[in-house]
């Protein structure tokens, strides 16, 4: 398995323009999660998906921010419009068979909004 | 809901040192523990894992860490310190009521003069 996919790995986009980040799961898990990492907070869960239900999006920081995942196979993070505050390196992991199994991340996606 | 604090935010460790890292955790039912390594510019990786069992774990590259029960604490050791042990460490820790929720720590910045 080639792990969790994110893309793109890099995206600079103005401010007020929407932002769409990607997640491929590792096949067979059943649990995703987005996280944001910056320098000032460290890393944050925004939402928590089990078999493709959101579960938990209590971390997401504004209406702005939405996530989905319409299948088990794929989700994607959503930003609109986008801010310069949210500049970060956004990280998908995914996990599956229970709690005692850990999770894997992605490569992660650096975003810079200018 | 549980919660983990990384006391030791920054550490700085010439090589050869010894290195304890600690984690501490809120929650009064039964947890599965990790320790996560992110080297500079890349993605969390599992460095070892704790369900049940010997409270000793160990796990890749030298380290290894001690479940303590009663301190509600599983710190992270490792004898002798490299410059590639350099990278930011993080908690995490799940309740097997939670389904796969994973909680991190803020994290610990290791640096090792070489």
């Known amino acids: 398995d080639a792990g ?16 769409t980040l990607r997640c491929k799961p590792i ?10 990492q910056t320098m000032m907070r460290g890393l944050e869960l925004l939402i928590y998906f089990n078999n493709n239900v959101p579960i938990d999006d209590s971390g997401m920081p504004e209406d702005r921010f939405s996530a989905k995942m319409p299948n088990a196979s794929f989700s994607t993070l959503k930003i609109q419009p986008s801010e310069p505050r949210d500049s970060a390196v956004y ?13 894997f991340f992605g490569q992660g996606t650096r975003l810079t909004v200018v | 809901a549980q919660s983990v604090s990384q006391h030791n935010h920054h ?14 955790y809120s929650y009064g039912g039964t947890v599965n ?16 894992k704790y369900f049940s069992g010997d409270p000793l774990v160990k796990g890749i590259k030298g380290f290894e860490a001690e479940f ?10 490792k004898p002798s310190v490299q410059w590639s042990d ?14 796969n929720m994973l909680t991190f720590g803020g994290g610990t910045r290791l640096m090792v003069k070489p």
Not at chain 2, 68 to 77: A, Q, T, Y
Not at chain 2, 86 to 99: D, I, K, P, Q, R
Request: negative net charge.
């Open chain 2, 33 to 48: 523990l990790f320790w996560y390594v992110q080297y500079p510019g890349q993605h969390l990786q599992l460095l070892l």
């Open chain 1, 27 to 36: 096949s067979g898990h059943n649990s995703l999660f987005w996280y944001r």
């Open chain 1, 91 to 103: 990280f998908c992991a995914s996990t599956g068979g229970g709690p005692r199994v850990e999770a």
């Open chain 2, 86 to 99: 350099t990278a930011e460490y993080f908690c995490a820790v799940g309740a097997n009521n939670a389904g």
């Open chain 1, 4 to 19: 969790v996919i994110q893309s793109p790995r890099h995206e600079v986009t103005e401010m007020g323009q929407e932002v």
């Open chain 2, 68 to 77: 303590i029960k009663s301190k509600f604490s599983f710190n992270l050791r």
């Open chain 2, 11 to 24: 550490v700085i460790l010439s090589e050869a040192a010894s290195l304890e890292l600690g984690c501490n």
